[in-house]
């Protein structure tokens, strides 16, 4: 994004009122940025520093905080359009990560939170290991490397909590949005059980980091905002206030 939309989009996110306002001003600014990755920076009056890092989901997480700016004194927000637990290997995806490092060079945040699995929630799952060829178990297994990989990368950069979210169940509204192109509404409930899992299970093999349960606490009703396919801001709150972040 050059200089002249970068000023224009961050002008334009600060009028938004309202979650489904901010995602359409994400779409249309997003557009001009080829590689569709967005590095926000908002001030705030609180004493924590964080770091958001995901895909587009992760703009929820910025409307909550930016309408609670008593709660944070900077959030840095790094958004990678598209990036899911399969594309979330540090090594293997470097080049996207190396950008991260050169956004962040003068920032020490002090909690990380990290949200990958969206995407997964509908159907890229099943696509992927169609397209691969591959089962469900070998998916979970490059998902597990993938989060082993993200915490490892950000515990040695970063003196930090970390938290890792779950994926929220999918929500069905519009069936064609969500299986049009692969498995049935079965079959997705049941690879998104399978990931949560793995999530739960990587995060407790590794000291200093914790879950942010979305799964636990997103019900199909309130899942999904309004005209769009992204998280709503209710279940990200209450998942937070569980957690004892907000």
Request: aromatic letters at 14%; hydrophobic letters at 35%; glycine letters at 4%.
């Amino acid at each position: 994004m050059n200089e002249f939309y970068q000023k224009a989009y961050l002008e334009a996110q600060v009028e938004a009122t309202t979650l489904l306002e901010r995602y359409y001003i994400n779409f249309i600014y997003g557009s001009y940025n080829k590689k569709r990755i967005i590095f926000n920076d908002f001030m705030g009056t609180g004493e924590i520093n964080y770091l958001f890092f995901g895909d587009s989901h992760l703009i929820t997480f910025e409307h909550i905080f930016m309408n609670n700016k008593n709660m944070f004194s900077k959030i840095h927000s790094r958004r990678f359009h598209g990036m899911t637990l399969y594309s979330a290997n540090a090594k293997r995806y470097n080049s996207r990560y190396r950008l991260l490092e050169e956004s962040l060079k003068q920032y020490q945040p002090q909690r990380i939170i990290i949200n990958l699995g969206e995407v997964d929630c509908r159907n890229a799952f099943a696509l992927i290991c169609q397209k691969k060829q591959m089962t469900a178990n070998g998916y979970l297994k490059i998902v597990e490397q993938n989060i082993s990989s993200n915490i490892r990368y950000f515990q040695k950069k970063y003196l930090a909590e970390i938290y890792i979210c779950t994926i929220p169940p999918p929500c069905y509204t519009d069936l064609s949005l969500w299986t049009k192109k692969s498995s049935d509404v079965k079959v997705i409930k049941n690879y998104n059980k399978l990931l949560n899992n793995v999530i739960c299970e990587t995060v407790d093999k590794h000291d200093g980091v914790k879950i942010v349960p979305l799964h636990q606490f997103a019900e199909i009703d309130d899942y999904m905002i309004m005209g769009d396919h992204h998280i709503n801001e209710k279940p990200v709150k209450t998942t937070l206030k569980h957690i004892g972040i907000l």
